[in-house]
């Protein structure tokens, strides 16, 4: 039997039995889709006061998005050895552990002690850590500091393949490569679990669909061939370009589970439920910045202008970690830019989930209650692709925010 | 003296031509700013630089895939709580007598059974690890005499050459 027809089948009982829609109290579509959540394991959950007049900010980022992967190799520049670390795409938080391991494994047979680090991001911070961890005294030389730089624009999730690569631009063995940043990651983010300020945490996310998960309005579109390709453009021109690795850790990474039928909180016909790793921003900005100077690390606020200027240095090895930046500064014009909203309401620790629905997602942290259209244009990876507007735009925050306020003026809390 | 590794086979091309000499110091001029300066390197030079042979190195590949790689990686690139044996673990053996790497080796791995593995599996071992880390092969071997290994040390064939003592007022760069 077809998944599709046994979603059907589970959608008619569903119907008829309870009056209202419910795929998971069929044991075998619920075996299609993975486990059910045990009975009683939803706790009561206070719903989320999302209103476009309780927005206090709204960012945007550009997710630095090379086409081939990050850039992960040695340069010589003028009489110095550059370590490039830049282009993580939508994944640069999630890889950032691992791709600093990788590019501190590459300086370290240049036995040199003393390096420089360009850039201040989470890539940069990371890497300037993961580099006084081998024993190297490291200065950061920044334009901006961590609330400035683009990286505390992103939404601060574990999404390690979003937007990392093309699957037509990537060497083969680009897919190794990101498993090996992905599984050191996530190791390393776990040392930051249940610290002061909560740094790194997880919060259950609710995926929500008013259709069944598999149902067409779920799945990629058919690439249209008319609009050609990443090769034939130099832009990706549908979602199915881009390469998605995530099977490849699933052995760690935890899985979604059906809420099934009465365990359902929410005034939707599906419902799943998976935990995800978030970073608060303010923490584990903190954090880090704290194990940087703590390490005897040293912070130097200049620009470059053009790469010729790292001969000024006094350092030899150079890690460049300067993101988007890395188009301009490097010369890089393979950095397509991917646009990201988010908006942001106070915080509201009562409501301590995410949801996602209708292409838009909710996420509730330590420093504010974060909305984000994800899809809410159904282009998927697409969105946002080679729009380097860094502007914030209002009507899109407040259609985000519209979805979850409709949400939630339908949802009848139950009483624990 | 002999070329900086990372150069040598570029140098071995340009012998025989009668522009040699020009071609390398072109090369080494270039290449100067870039990474290493062999001219300048006061030849840290052991009483006898390791030397083993390709044969001793795929033997020990196959030691190694079938005893060491499912800790440190079939690439040698270890993992989040397993020690890499290239990048970190060249700057942690670097200069250090082959001895005590053979040593280490022999009486701490595999971790699962240290010791368990025969002299001369070792030796490849090592023979295998340098190749990795940038060591050429030669013809002489690697010998399985403790003695002898005392006498050389873990290349670092692509380290930084020391930095000179700039005159004062004066920027070490080179544009």
Partial sequence: ?416 | MAPHPIFAKQAQKAKGFCTALLAITALVATTHAALAAPRHAPAPAPATAPSFTAEQADHGAQIYAGTCAMCHGAALEGAHDMPPLRGLFVARWANTPLNKLYAYITHAMPLMAPGTLPPQDNIDIMAFLLRENGTEPGHTPLPADENRLAQMVFPAPNALPPVKAAPPGKAPRTR
């Fill in chain 1, 1 to 416: 039997m077809k998944r599709r027809n046994l979603f059907a089948a589970s959608l008619a009982a569903g119907a008829l039995a309870a009056g209202r829609k419910s795929w998971a109290s069929v044991p075998e579509a619920a075996q299609a889709m993975g486990r059910t959540a045990p009975p009683g394991t939803v706790p009561p959950l206070t719903p989320a006061r999302v209103h476009a007049d309780q927005i206090m900010d709204i960012k945007v980022c550009l997710r630095p998005f090379r086409p081939a992967g990050p850039r992960l190799e040695i340069e010589p520049v003028a009489d110095k050895i550059v370590v490039h670390n830049y282009g993580h795409g939508g994944s640069g938080w999630s890889l950032s552990w691992g791709s600093a391991a990788m590019a501190v494994e590459r300086a370290a047979p240049l036995m040199e002690k003393r390096v420089a680090v360009i850039g201040c991001g989470i890539i940069g911070l990371t890497t300037a850590i993961t580099a006084q961890r081998a024993g190297m005294n490291v200065t950061i030389y920044a334009r901006d500091m961590l609330p400035h730089t683009r990286s505390v624009r992103a939404n601060g999730s574990w999404t390690p393949d979003s937007r990392i690569a093309l699957i037509t631009a990537a060497t083969p063995d680009f897919a190794a490569t990101w498993e090996r940043m992905a599984r050191y990651s996530w190791q390393t983010y776990r040392e930051y679990l249940g610290l002061p300020g909560n740094p790194v945490d997880f919060r259950d996310n609710y995926i929500l669909s008013d259709t069944p998960p598999d149902e067409a309005d779920h799945t990629e579109p058919a690439p249209d061939i008319s609009k050609g390709s990443y090769a034939s453009t130099g832009m990706p021109q549908s979602e199915a370009e881009f390469a998605k690795y995530g099977d490849r850790i699933k052995d760690i990474i935890p899985a979604a589970e059906l809420l099934a039928g009465a365990d359902n909180p929410f005034p939707v016909a599906y419902a799943r439920r998976k935990p995800i790793m978030i970073y608060n921003f303010g923490a584990f900005g903190h954090a880090l910045l704290s194990d940087f100077y703590q390490a005897g690390g040293r912070i130097e606020i200049r620009e470059f202008h053009s790469p010729s200027e790292v001969a000024d240095l006094p350092e030899r090895v150079v890690f460049n970690c300067t993101g988007y930046a890395a188009r301009d500064l490097w010369g890089d014009k393979s950095l397509i830019p991917v646009r990201g909203q988010t908006a942001w309401l106070p915080p509201q620790p009562a409501a301590n989930y995410g949801v996602r629905y209708k292409g838009a997602a909710m996420l509730s942290k330590s420093d504010g209650l974060m909305v984000q259209g994800v899809n809410l244009s159904g282009l998927g990876e697409l969105e946002g692709v080679g729009n380097s507007m860094e502007q914030p735009n209002r009507a899109e925050a407040e259609q985000a925010v519209a979805v979850f306020e409709d949400l939630f003026s339908r949802f009848r809390p139950r009483r624990g």
